[in-house]
């Protein structure tokens, strides 16, 4: 029951609502003065529940002024319905980002903005990938760049497809060696990163456009790089960040080089 319950409030479902919805299919046609008595919910806010439930279409009132009694509408036909209205939904967010793209003028952020968590760092750094058109750079810390973590390189991988300009620089280990082969064969520029185990900051910028600064902001079993800086700036600005990349990785191993030591050539 308590798994049915869950279900209904991920899609919506309020609470009270979805217990009343689901006593009514085990009571059928009923008064609501019998529904307390299997939701321990009071009377008040059974009729509350109704009075929602029947404006959405989900039970039914019996035609009558004085004591109606109520009934759930199937549960197939409820669900399909649902499922009919989420399908809409996902059709909108698929286009809607487009045709605001054409119809409005998007007037650009600027300023820097403080980020705290990893789900919101990758986010970041997937729009940064994405969004890219001409030119990418990115200083990658380890702690994306693990077995675990082949999202980082699958976007990469599919951003090489077109004719973008691509450095990365990274740790190359033993783990990600078949990886960093696959980037190289697509024309991927990439450095090894080789004073430290740890790389102490994070950095992708690209097309002069957006630039994203990570730092460590915890040690547990690794080094977490889970604070972040969003820089949204002049075009000179960001130049500046990718002459300081670029810098780093005029003192780092060719990711061509780095793999013959691995491999023992």
Excluded at 127 to 145: E, S
Excluded at 198 to 227: C, F, M, Q, R
Excluded at 240 to 248: H, K
Aim: glycine share 4%; aromatic share 8%; charged share 30%.
């Amino acid at each position: 029951m308590e798994n049915i319950l869950d279900n209904l409030y991920q899609l919506g479902f309020k609470k009270n609502d979805a217990k009343v919805y689901i006593a009514l299919l085990q009571l059928g046609v009923s008064n609501p003065s019998e529904i307390p008595k299997k939701t321990n919910i009071v009377r008040a806010r059974v009729y509350d529940s109704l009075k929602r439930l029947e404006k959405q279409g989900l039970v039914e009132r019996e035609a009558v002024n004085r004591a109606p009694e109520y009934s759930a509408i199937n549960p197939s036909i409820v669900f399909s319905n649902i499922k009919s209205e989420l399908t809409k939904k996902i059709d909108i967010t698929e286009h809607l980002p487009d045709i605001i793209k054409d119809k409005i003028k998007i007037k650009p952020e600027k300023g820097t903005w403080a980020i705290k968590g990893i789900p919101k760092i990758k986010s970041k750094i997937e729009n940064i990938i994405q969004q890219t058109n001409k030119k990418l750079i990115a200083l990658i810390t380890p702690d994306y760049t693990k077995n675990s973590e082949k999202w980082i390189y699958d976007l990469l991988l599919s951003k090489a497809q077109s004719q973008i300009k691509i450095s990365i620089g990274m740790n190359i280990k033993e783990e990600n060696v078949a990886e960093v082969k696959k980037l190289i064969q697509k024309n991927i520029k990439v450095y090894h990163w080789q004073f430290t185990e740890e790389i102490p900051i994070g950095l992708y910028t690209s097309d002069s456009k957006n630039t994203l600064l990570t730092v460590i902001g915890s040690w547990k079993k690794y080094y977490e790089h889970n604070i972040g800086f969003m820089i949204q700036g002049s075009p000179a600005q960001h130049k500046g960040f990718e002459f300081l990349i670029e810098w780093f990785f005029s003192s780092c191993k060719k990711g061509e080089e780095r793999l013959k030591e691995i491999e023992g050539e």
